[in-house]
Structure formats: structure tokens, C-alpha cells
């Protein structure tokens, strides 16, 4: 049982439904995780930094899927067109000239090879279980819960503000053009998400849709910690490489 298991109990006003949401950033967001403070402390290595760069292209790749089927699901056809501007930042109008490219781009700035990141078979088996688990839950879950799912967003900014400018103070071999991928970000995620925020808050209209979206955040930032968790178990200090994946003592 959670902190926020039964926030909702006796019915929340909209403001107070923000607020417990916003609290949810604070106690659970991956910014609070340990990896995330090494890397902003400058204490990676460079296959420690290769080895999230890769196992998030897993999450990159998931997104515009997930927003795809959230598309897929909205009968409304003024969502769908704002709902359709994420797969587009991931996707680009060819694919290839996106997100999901700028990604790659950082991985091979990393010194990756670009067809090891792109087949995502070197990735731990937690990460795509972790990215397998959001794809499922936009999936059966209700479009309500969906779209909280996505409001981990509201607290991107944040972490994009500390990792960037500290990866390019910290790492000598990190460059602005690397990290470009997260330069439009903080703009399109408080876009995304002023827009899930006000959807989530105007359709939770009972206890039960509220604590359904509390649980939601809790559960994509269970995501995202849990990705970070199994980065720490095999490339951390004592850690282990499960058979298969990404190793970088071994020639790829
Ligand atoms: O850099 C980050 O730590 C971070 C976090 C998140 C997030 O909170 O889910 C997203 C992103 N980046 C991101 O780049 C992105 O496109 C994105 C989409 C979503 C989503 O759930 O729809 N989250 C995130």
C-alpha cells in the first residue's frame, strides 16, 4: 500500500486532485532516484551513461506507440488532433526526423552503434518489461487512466533542467548537439501536459476516477524508477549484466 492509496477517499476538489497529483511528482518522481544524482554529480562512466542512453530508447520507442493507442481509443476528434501532436515530436513526418531520431543521436554521440540501439535486444529484460507494462496499462486500462499516466510530464522540465546542464559541465565528451533531444522538450511537455492536467481534472468527476488517476501517476513513475533501478543493478558498482544484454566489457 502507498502513501497516495486511498488520497481520494472522501472525494477531492479539482484543486485538491492537483494538488495530490503534484505530490506524487515530489515523493516518486525518477528525479529523486540515486542513478539520476550520480549522473548529475558527474560520477558515471561513459558505458554507464552508454548503458541508459540505450535502455531508454526502449521508452523513447514505446511513446509514440502508447500515444498512438491512446489516439486510437479518444471518440473525440478535437483530443485526437491535440493528442496526435506527441506522435509527431517522436515520430517527425518521415519517422526519422523526430524524437525518437534525436534519441539515437545521443546514443551514437555516446559512441553507440546505432542498429545495436535501434533493435533493443542488448536492453534489460526489466526495462522492456517496465516499457511493456505502460504500452499494456494505455492499453486496458480506461482512457482516463491513460492520460494520467502520461502527467509524469508535468515534472519533465524539472529533470531536464538538472540532468542537461550537468551532463554538459560534468562529462567532457557531452555536447550540446548530443543533447539535443531535450532542447524542444521542456516546451512540448508543458504543452502535453497542461492539456492531460485539465482533461484529467475535468473528467474525474467521482472518488473512484479520482483515486484511479492518483494511482495512474503513481504507477508511470513506478515506470520510470524502475528502469533506473535495474540500470543500477547491472551497470552499478556490484552490479550484474544479465545474460544478452548490453555489456560493455564484451565487443557488441
Ligand atoms: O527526460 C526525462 O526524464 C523524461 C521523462 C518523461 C516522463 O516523465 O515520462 C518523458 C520524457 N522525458 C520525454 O522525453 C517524453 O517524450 C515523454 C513522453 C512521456 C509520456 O509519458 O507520454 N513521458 C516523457
Known amino acids: 500500500m502507498n502513501e497516495f492509496a486511498d488520497a ?9 486532485l492537483e494538488k495530490v497529483l503534484r505530490e506524487v511528482g515530489v515523493s516518486r518522481y525518477h528525479n529523486r532516484h540515486p542513478l539520476h544524482h550520480k549522473m548529475t554529480a558527474g560520477s558515471l562512466s561513459k558505458a554507464q551513461l552508454q548503458a541508459w542512453a540505450l535502455n531508454r530508447y526502449c521508452y523513447q520507442s514505446v511513446i509514440p506507440r502508447k500515444d498512438a493507442m491512446i489516439i486510437a481509443r479518444a471518440e473525440d476528434p478535437a483530443f485526437r488532433a491535440e493528442w496526435r501532436k506527441r506522435v509527431e515530436d517522436h515520430d517527425g513526418t518521415d519517422g526519422w526526423n523526430g524524437g525518437i531520431a534525436r534519441w539515437l543521436k545521443l546514443a551514437t554521440g555516446l559512441g553507440l552503434d546505432a542498429d ?8 534489460l529484460p526489466a526495462t522492456r518489461f517496465a516499457v511493456g507494462a505502460y504500452l499494456s496499462f494505455c492499453t486496458d486500462r ?45 516546451a512540448q511537455a508543458s504543452r502535453d501536459s497542461d ?6 481534472l475535468a473528467k474525474s468527476d467521482t472518488p473512484e476516477k479520482q483515486q484511479a488517476v ?3 501517476l ?3 513513475c513506478d ?6 533501478d535495474a540500470l ?14 548490453f555489456d560493455p566489457k564484451r565487443p557488441q
Open 116 to 123: 545495436l540501439v535501434k533493435s533493443q535486444k542488448s536492453a
Open 195 to 200: 492539456f492531460a492536467l485539465a482533461y484529467v
Open 142 to 186: 480506461t482512457l482516463l487512466e491513460a492520460v494520467a499516466s502520461s502527467l509524469t510530464e508535468l515534472f519533465s522540465p524539472v529533470i531536464i533542467g538538472e540532468r542537461v546542464p550537468a551532463m554538459l559541465a560534468k562529462y567532457d565528451y557531452v555536447t550540446e548537439d548530443i543533447l539535443e533531444y531535450f532542447r524542444p522538450r521542456p
Open 223 to 228: 515506470v520510470l524508477w524502475a528502469m533506473l
Open 232 to 245: 543500477e543493478q547491472a551497470y552499478g558498482d556490484h552490479g550484474h549484466v544479465p545474460p544478452g544484454a
Open 214 to 216: 492518483i494511482d495512474a
Open 8 to 16: 481520494a477517499r472522501d472525494g477531492l476538489s479539482p484543486e485538491a
Open 218 to 220: 503513481v504507477f508511470k
